[in-house]
């Protein structure tokens, strides 16, 4: 079974920086795609960025573009989100997840069969 553990969240000013961390373990985390998703105070869950199996290849959604930037560590089974320019949008509750299908990369979170519990990132103005 394969288990995600996030990292790294706080509370921060508005245009601080932070990064998030997920440990992976009990699976083949070199094959996963991996990505991450947030929800906001009554949001429903949204997609932020995503990476290939060998990091060739990532996607984020157009609110992070240019201030975040996810990586991997295969050696470590880490996945990583950097988030500069933090706004008080940013504010939520951030979602570590895998993907062991067929797809290269994928925004969709249906897509994604592992899922971790979640770290708070709370950004103040």
């Known amino acids: 079974q394969v288990q995600l553990l996030e990292s790294g969240g706080g509370l921060v000013q508005a245009g601080d920086s932070l990064r998030l961390s997920c440990a992976a373990s009990?699976?083949?985390?070199?094959?996963?795609?991996m990505g991450w998703f947030r929800q906001g105070p009554g949001s429903k869950r949204e997609f932020v960025a995503t990476i290939s199996w060998n990091g060739d290849h990532t996607r984020y959604a157009s609110s992070v573009k240019d201030r975040f930037t996810i990586s991997r560590d295969n050696a470590n089974n880490t996945v990583y989100l950097l988030m500069n320019s933090l706004k008080p949008e940013d504010t939520a509750v951030y979602y570590c997840a895998a993907d062991d299908g067929w797809l290269p990369i994928t925004v969709i979170a249906a897509e994604y069969d592992y899922w971790g519990q979640g770290t708070q990132v709370t950004v103040s103005s």
């Open positions: 009990g699976g083949t985390f070199e094959t996963y795609v």
